[in-house]
């Protein structure tokens, strides 16, 4: 069962528009969100994370949206540049205090293009 | 230049061969993890470890084993009782239970099978 779902594998953009790369979960439980971007060949990196207690995380070009009555994040990303080229993974954790052990769920990921 | 060294970074198996992969992070964090990704697919859980001397089994645990004798380590067998070892392997670390600081990734390892 998926927990995190990405339901688009690509997206292809023109450079200097917006991209916007979409995320469902379906745990209640999950009350962080993490956006990782991964190269060919190389581990991920982190982009920007959310906790479920906001709804808009903004870190210079790139800004996270939280609907928790849709189960749904975004990332956005403006003005999409050519070297933003590359899969982009989400992520979602549960528990707090005791609870939580740091397990992360991801999602399938989503290949961005972004065309000079 | 503090991080997370996997190796090697191409490993290939024999059938019935168990393999270890390296992971070593010089980033003093608490806790490690091992991913297994396929193509298509996003990270799968495989062990984790939140101090020295103690693991757990994450999603999909059957047919790896691993260690954590020292903070630094975590190495990851694949032994051959896994039937479907051909993957890109992912460790990561980070400080544990503070979710504010996430999980940094290594390079990975591509394991194949002759």
């Known amino acids: 069962d998926q927990q995190v779902k990405q339901n688009s594998p690509s997206l292809s953009v023109q450079e200097g528009r917006i991209s916007i790369l979409n995320c469902d979960y379906t745990n209640s439980m999950f009350d962080y969100f993490l956006w990782y971007k991964k190269y060919p060949a190389e581990g991920p990196t982190f982009l920007i994370s959310i906790s479920s207690i906001k709804d808009k995380n903004e870190d210079g070009r790139f800004t996270v949206f939280l609907n928790k009555s849709a189960k749904h994040l975004s990332l956005h990303i403006v003005p999409s540049q050519p070297g933003d080229s590359a899969v982009y993974f989400c992520?979602?954790?549960?528990?707090?205090?005791?609870?939580?052990?740091?397990?992360?769920?991801f999602g399938q990921g989503t290949t961005l293009q972004v065309k000079p | 230049d503090g991080g997370i060294t996997q190796s090697p970074k191409y490993l290939f198996r024999k059938e019935g061969q168990n393999v270890t992969l390296s992971c070593e992070q010089n980033l003093n964090h608490d806790a490690m993890y091992w991913y297994r990704q396929d193509p298509g697919q996003g990270l799968r859980l495989i062990y984790y470890s939140q101090i020295v001397n103690d693991f757990q089994k994450g999603d999909i645990a059957e047919g790896y084993s691993v260690s954590r004798e020292k903070k630094e380590s975590f190495p990851l067998t694949v032994t051959s009782a896994q039937k479907n070892p051909t993957a890109f392997y992912l460790c990561?670390?980070?400080?544990?239970?503070?979710?504010?600081?996430?999980?940094?990734f290594g390079d990975g390892t591509r394991l194949s099978i002759l």
């Open positions: 990561a670390s980070s400080w544990g239970r503070s979710r504010s600081q996430p999980q940094h």
């Open positions: 992520a979602a954790s549960a528990g707090s205090g005791s609870g939580n052990t740091g397990k992360l769920i």
